[in-house]
C-alpha cells in the first residue's frame, strides 16, 4: 500500500521559518523523484520544489533563495524547509512522486507525478 503523509500543518508570522515533513512507503524510495506542491486560495496547483534521484533540485521562481528541498532515503522522507515566509506562500501543501523522473529543467508539471499526499495547510499571517 503506497501512502505519502505529510507533517508540519500550522500557521506562521510573515518573515518567519517552518518546515513540512514528508515520510512515504515507496519502494525504492531513491528511484522517485520527489516534489512540494501548494495550492492557494482559489488558485491552481502550483510546483514549488523539486529533487530527483540523483539529488538535482529545481525551484519555482517565487520561491528561489527562500525554499530548501531536501531528503533522507535511509528515512524515506521529504523536507522542505521554508524561510522568510510570505502571505502568499498560505496554501495547501502537497508531497508527490514521480518514479524514474531525472534530469528535469523545472519543477515537474503535476500531471507528472505518479503519487500523492493529502496536503496539509499552511497559513501565513502578516
Known amino acids: 500500500q503506497v501512502f505519502l503523509e505529510e507533517s508540519g500543518r500550522g500557521s506562521v508570522q510573515a518573515g518567519g521559518s517552518h518546515k513540512l515533513s514528508c515520510v512515504v512507503s515507496?519502494?525504492?524510495?531513491?528511484?522517485?523523484?520527489m516534489a512540494w506542491f501548494r495550492q492557494g486560495p482559489g488558485g491552481g496547483r502550483e510546483g514549488v520544489a523539486a529533487?530527483?534521484?540523483?539529488?538535482?533540485?529545481r525551484y519555482a521562481d517565487s520561491v528561489k533563495g527562500r525554499f530548501t528541498i531536501s531528503k533522507d532515503n535511509a528515512k524515506k522522507t521529504l523536507y522542505l524547509q521554508m524561510n522568510n515566509l510570505k502571505p502568499d506562500d498560505s496554501g495547501i501543501y502537497y508531497c508527490?512522486?514521480?518514479?524514474?523522473?531525472?534530469?528535469?529543467?523545472?519543477?515537474?508539471?503535476?500531471?507528472?507525478?505518479?503519487?500523492w499526499g493529502g496536503g496539509i495547510l499552511v497559513t501565513i499571517s502578516s
Open positions: 508527490a512522486a514521480a518514479f524514474g523522473l531525472l534530469g528535469m529543467k523545472t519543477v515537474p508539471s503535476d500531471r507528472h507525478m505518479d503519487y
Open positions: 515507496l519502494d525504492p524510495y531513491s528511484a522517485y523523484c
Open positions: 529533487i530527483d534521484s540523483d539529488g538535482l533540485t
